[in-house]
């Protein structure tokens, strides 16, 4: 036993040695480019316009101002700071400080790109023009969106983000504040106990494995604290599902009872009594009403309204229905009605892709597309729909989940089992994807 312990040490401490590497290489290895870089910077007068200042605004115009000589490069976001929101699943579940996923978005802006410390509330592709908040019109030759998207909490009745912290209400979603009221709410159940809630909003959502891995490490931290026996943890899905990849979603769902964690198939949350620690679901045989002593509440998400509401969504079909996300060509990420316009992140309309890790693979087609368009050539690059989740199942362990479109497992290191529970992909988390995240914001990798 004694030998396997330094092997595995050593085993450690080799991987360690190469995170640095490991970090940049996550998700190149298939990631779904096809991109062939210019030899030079491209000269041009065009006036290129990003919407949203977020991790695909921000990588965007880092790789537009290397890649262009004489563009005026122009992005549009009020945001001065900006969020590691990968790492709030870890803040909500008391293994962060809220300060590790703070950051400001001046430390990465271009010096060359224009930045315009407002919101856009209209656009205009016909006219290709954006108008902010204050009413100024903006011009465009080239736009870019990258807004991100709302999580609805009005769509739960009885919801408002102020309850957060409050009657056992917890939500790990848009900021660092919510994951730490969240912790607070989580630490407190986990004392008392009684029974804990977790839901996941239906649809399209940012991260779709942080409400399974909130639930995973707060059942992992009732064990570690002796408390699990006072506890009940019910899963309730919107759908007939845990988890979009096949493979991870059969484990999960074996994974969830054998860790006595009941649920609920087509729990939809519509309403909740904070005073009463009541929630109200929407199932097939009418609406369920479920005491609780603590509740995750995962809304549905959508498009801001700008965008949802402009001729940039989807005007029919599931993006549409969904969360008027924006229509992109789920490939080269153009919009089919106006080929000057490009979308990447959460905003996009696309079957899946709402992580950092797709951000890190859409950023590159994006710009090389738009560069392509630029010189009156067609956009060549394409998107294969890769995604990423350290899918975390207790302090420790985790499986590294990546998949395509086609819903394949894509791996990028060989020897990790993408169908076990590894040390590798807690490391990953803990320890390297904020600083891989970081290159990536500057346009790095």
């Known amino acids: 036993m004694k030998d396997r312990n330094l092997d595995l040490q050593s085993g450690r401490r080799q991987f360690l040695k190469a995170a640095g590497l490991g970090s940049l290489a996550l998700g190149a290895a298939s990631s779904g480019l096809v991109v062939s870089r210019p030899a030079q910077a491209l000269s041009t007068r065009a006036r290129i316009v990003i919407v949203g ?17 004489g563009a005026e490069i122009i992005i549009i976001d009020k945001r001065e700071r900006h969020l590691y929101q990968p790492g709030l699943t870890l803040v909500a579940t008391g293994l962060w400080k809220p300060g590790k996923v703070i950051d400001r978005n001046d430390r990465y802006m271009p010096s060359n790109v224009r930045w315009i ?118 899963y309730n899905s919107p759908s007939e599902g845990l988890f979009s990849q096949p493979d991870m979603d059969q484990f999960l769902k074996q994974e969830f009872p054998s860790r006595d964690i009941a649920i609920n198939w087509n729990h939809r949350l519509v309403g909740i009594e904070p005073e009463l620690k009541r929630a109200t679901f929407a199932t097939p045989n009418g609406e369920q009403r479920i005491d609780y002593d603590f509740i995750h509440v995962v809304p549905p998400m959508r498009a801001p309204d700008p965008l949802g509401n402009s001729a940039l969504a989807w005007q029919d079909g599931p993006f549409a229905d969904d969360g008027n996300w924006m229509e992109v060509d789920r490939a080269t990420l153009q919009h089919a009605r106006f080929p ?106």
């Not at 709410?185 to 909003?201: A, H, P, S």
Request: with cysteine.
């Open 53 to 69: 200042a977020g991790a695909a605004g921000i990588a965007a115009a880092n790789r537009f101002s290397r890649e262009l000589n």
């Open 117 to 234: 410390h407002d919101m856009v509330s209209e656009f205009d592709p016909e006219a290709n023009q954006v108008t902010t908040g204050s009413g100024e019109r903006i011009d465009y030759d080239f736009l870019l969106v990258s807004t991100g998207l709302t999580v609805d909490f009005d769509a739960v009745e009885g919801m408002s983000p102020e309850l957060i912290g409050q009657h056992g209400i917890g939500c790990v979603y848009d900021n660092p504040e919510h994951a730490s009221r969240t912790w607070t709410m989580i630490d407190q159940f986990l004392t008392t106990g009684g029974v804990g809630l977790f839901t996941r909003g239906p649809g399209g959502i940012k991260c779709a494995g942080a409400p399974l891995k909130v639930t995973m490490l707060t059942e992992d931290l009732a064990r570690r604290r002796g408390q699990r026996d006072a506890v009940s943890m019910v």
């Open 340 to 445: 000057n316009v490009f979308g990447a992140g959460d905003c996009v309309g696309t079957p899946i892709g709402k992580t950092a890790a797709s951000v890190k693979a859409q950023v590159p087609v994006a710009v090389e597309n738009m560069l392509a368009i630029i010189q009156g050539r067609e956009p060549v690059s394409q998107y294969d729909g890769y995604t990423s989740c350290p899918l975390i199942t207790g302090q420790g362990r985790g499986i590294l989940v990546e998949f395509d479109y086609a819903l394949n497992m894509v791996p990028s290191f060989p020897f990790i089992n993408p169908y076990r529970e590894h040390w590798v992909p807690w490391v990953m988390k803990d320890r390297m994807l904020l600083p891989a995240y970081n290159a990536m914001l500057r346009g790095r990798i």
